[in-house]
């Protein structure tokens, strides 16, 4: 009878400790093993396209590229990775960005062995895993904010600094419909009315962002 073939994992952190102590706790469990790990984002990459990792278990804060923005960059590369965030911070506007950024899972480093097992046995199934105590935060009685795509983001500074839906077409290579739509779907979900609160929002925000 054949064995079915390990998980292969590919474990990204900018700390060798935090590295050493994963690749001890996941290569001692039955099925998993550790193909390779990097300590940034070009060791990343190159090791993802080498090693070819089933799942990625990707840390959120490191210095230069944060996890976030690794995460797209390995996802357009390799569509078919699974990236599983592990991280010290339970923050719901890190695991929304994560999650939008492609990310299957979200856990934890504190959390114990057994959920970490757990996390990457139900990203490799296809499913997507929240540390029970991301979950909480996360879904905490009050709305989170609502989270706007890069590209609504982009549109939303451009507004912040006062120009017109043709203009913000032209600097972003658009269509002014395109445009029109965007400003649209930020206007539901942000709940703004009209145009004018929507530029009062941009510009707050700009304000708020160092723009």
Do not use: W
Not at 108 to 128: F, H
Not at 176 to 198: C, M, P, S, Y
């Amino acid at each position: 009878m054949s064995h079915p073939s390990p998980l292969r994992l590919l474990l990204v952190d900018d700390h060798p400790l935090v590295r050493d102590g994963l690749r001890a706790r996941l290569g001692a469990v039955p099925g998993f093993e550790v193909v390779g790990e990097a300590g940034g984002a070009d060791e990343a990459v190159a090791q993802a396209a080498a090693c070819r990792p089933g799942i990625v278990l990707m840390d959120v804060g490191m210095k230069q590229v944060n996890g976030i923005t690794l995460t797209e960059q390995l996802l357009q590369r390799q569509p078919e990775l699974k990236v599983l965030m592990l991280s010290m911070y339970d923050n719901p506007e890190y695991v929304q960005r994560a999650l939008l950024a492609g990310a299957r899972g979200y856990v934890l480093k504190d959390a114990p062995a057994s959920e970490i097992v757990a996390a990457i046995e139900a990203v490799a199934a296809g499913g997507t895993f929240l540390s029970p105590a991301v979950s909480r935060r996360l879904f905490r009685g009050q709305a989170p904010k609502p989270v706007l795509s890069a590209r609504e983001s982009e549109i939303l500074s451009a507004l912040g600094k006062g120009l017109s839906s043709k203009q913000i077409a032209r600097e972003l290579d658009l269509s002014v419909r395109t445009v029109e739509a965007h400003r649209q779907n930020i206007k539901r979900k942000l709940e703004l009315e009209g145009q004018a609160e929507l530029i009062k929002y941009a510009v707050e925000h700009a304000r708020e962002h160092g723009g």
